[in-house]
C-alpha cells in the first residue's frame, strides 16, 4: 500500500470530527463572498486538472474559491494572489503530495520559495478539508527540515480548518511572517521537530498534534512585538514515548488551554533554545511566558499547573477567545462561515465534508 496512505489511514485515528455549530455569515477576509468571487473546479474530468493551474488562472474576480475534487496531486503549490481559499472534497482523500528536504532545495535555489507542498506569499489564503504532505522523510528517513506549508513574508491572515498537514521531517507548518496571523481548528499535525511553528500570532483550537521524535511539538517567534502570542486550545498533545511540548529561540509567548497531554509527554517543561553561535542570539525582552490553564495529562507535572485564567482577559471589548487572541483586527471564524455559506449555495453539484465554526 502507498506510504501516503497509511500515513492518512494512521493520522485519522488521531483525528477529530467537523465543527457541529453555526455562527452568522459574515465577510470572508475583508470583503463578503458575493458576486465578485469565482468557483473554480479542479478534478480529473474538470477544466483545471492541477490545482496550480486554476491559481494561476485565478485572476478574474476579487476573490477566488478553487473547489479540488478528491485525488492525490503529485503537486507544489504556489500561491501569491490574496483572498483565496482551496477547499478539498474531503480531509481524507484530497491529498496534495510531494516530497522535497529543505537542505537540498537550498543547494540549487537562493531561497525557501519552493521547498515546501504549498508556498504562501500573499494574505487572506484559506485552505480546508485537505491533507497537505510533505513525503520525503516518509520515503527516506531523514527527517531534517521538510515543509508541507510555508508561509513567507507577506504571508498574513492564514486559516487551515479540517486539514491533515504532515511532513516526514521539522518545521511541518511554518508561518513565518513575524507580525502574521494565523488560524488553524479541527486540523492533524505531524512531524519531528518544532512542526508547528509560527512566527506572530496564531490561534490554534480543536486539533491534535503527533510528535514523532523526542524533540520540541510547537515552537514560538514572537520577538517584534509583546502582544504576539501562540494560543493552543481543546487541543490534544501526542507522541513516540518522551516526546517533549515546547521550546523557542526568541521572545516568545505561549498559551496553553483546556487540551490534554498523553502519558508519553516527557517531563521538560518549555524552554529556551540557545545558540553555539552568540551572534545568532537575542535579547530576551519579555522574559519567560508559558501559560496554562484547565489542561488534563497523565502525568503529575507540577509546571503543567494552571498560572491563568481566561476569564481575565475575556472582557466586553474581547467576548471571544479569538477576539482577544487578535485584538479585534480579524475574525478568522466568521470568514469560515462565509465560506461555508458560499459553497452551500454555489456547489450544489458536488458531495463535500461541509464545514461549520464555533462560536
Not at 496512505?5 to 458575493?34: D, K, N, Q, R
Not at 496550480?52 to 496531486?73: C, M, N, P, R
Not at 485552505?127 to 508561509?151: K, M, P, W
Not at 529556551?272 to 537575542?282: G, P, S
Request: aromatic letters at 12%; hydrophobic letters at 35%; charged letters at 20%.
Amino acid at each position: 500500500m502507498n506510504k501516503v496512505i497509511v500515513t492518512v489511514t494512521y493520522l485519522l485515528l488521531f483525528s477529530i470530527g467537523l465543527f457541529s455549530s453555526l455562527v452568522a455569515s459574515t465577510p470572508y477576509g475583508s470583503e463578503p463572498l458575493s458576486g465578485d468571487t469565482e468557483l473554480l473546479i479542479v478534478g480529473k474530468n474538470q477544466a483545471y486538472q492541477s490545482i496550480q493551474s486554476a491559481i494561476d488562472d485565478s485572476s478574474k474576480a476579487l476573490q477566488t474559491v478553487i473547489f479540488i475534487e478528491d485525488g492525490i496531486y503529485n503537486e507544489r503549490i504556489f500561491i501569491t494572489r490574496n483572498k483565496i481559499a482551496l477547499v478539498g472534497q474531503s480531509a481524507k482523500n484530497t491529498i496534495i503530495k510531494t516530497s522535497v528536504l529543505r537542505s537540498t532545495w537550498r543547494e540549487t535555489h537562493p531561497s525557501d520559495w519552493g521547498a515546501a507542498t504549498v508556498n504562501i506569499n500573499a494574505s487572506d489564503v484559506t485552505l480546508v478539508n485537505l491533507s497537505i504532505i510533505n513525503e520525503y522523510g516518509l520515503v527516506t528517513g531523514d527527517h531534517e527540515h521538510q515543509f508541507a506549508v510555508r508561509g513567507f513574508e507577506l504571508s498574513d491572515r492564514i486559516i487551515t480548518h479540517n486539514c491533515n498537514v504532515i511532513a516526514g521531517g521539522a518545521d511541518t507548518l511554518s508561518l513565518w511572517n513575524k507580525h502574521g496571523q494565523y488560524y488553524h481548528s479541527h486540523c492533524y499535525f505531524e512531524g519531528h521537530v518544532d512542526f508547528v511553528c509560527p512566527r506572530g500570532t496564531a490561534l490554534i483550537e480543536n486539533s491534535t498534534f503527533y510528535n514523532q521524535k523526542q524533540a520540541a511539538t510547537i515552537w514560538h517567534d514572537g520577538e517584534l512585538a509583546p502582544n504576539y502570542k501562540l494560543v493552543v486550545s481543546d487541543s490534544k498533545f501526542d507522541g513516540i514515548p518522551g516526546f517533549w511540548l515546547a521550546r523557542h529561540h526568541y521572545d516568545a509567548q505561549f498559551y496553553l488551554l483546556n487540551s490534554t497531554f498523553s502519558k508519553n509527554m516527557a517531563d521538560k517543561p518549555i524552554f529556551r533554545k540557545r545558540y553555539n553561535n552568540k551572534n545568532k542570539e537575542r535579547a530576551n525582552l519579555y522574559g519567560q511566558r508559558y501559560f496554562f490553564e484547565n489542561n488534563t495529562s497523565d502525568n503529575d507535572y507540577p509546571w503543567l499547573e494552571s498560572n491563568f485564567r481566561t476569564s481575565d482577559v475575556l472582557t466586553e471589548e474581547h467576548p471571544t477567545l479569538a477576539s482577544w487572541v487578535f485584538n479585534n483586527k480579524w475574525q478568522p471564524k466568521q470568514s469560515l462561515e462565509s465560506l461555508s455559506d458560499y459553497l452551500k449555495q454555489h456547489l450544489k453539484s458536488h458531495e463535500f465534508d461541509k464545514f461549520k465554526v464555533n462560536q
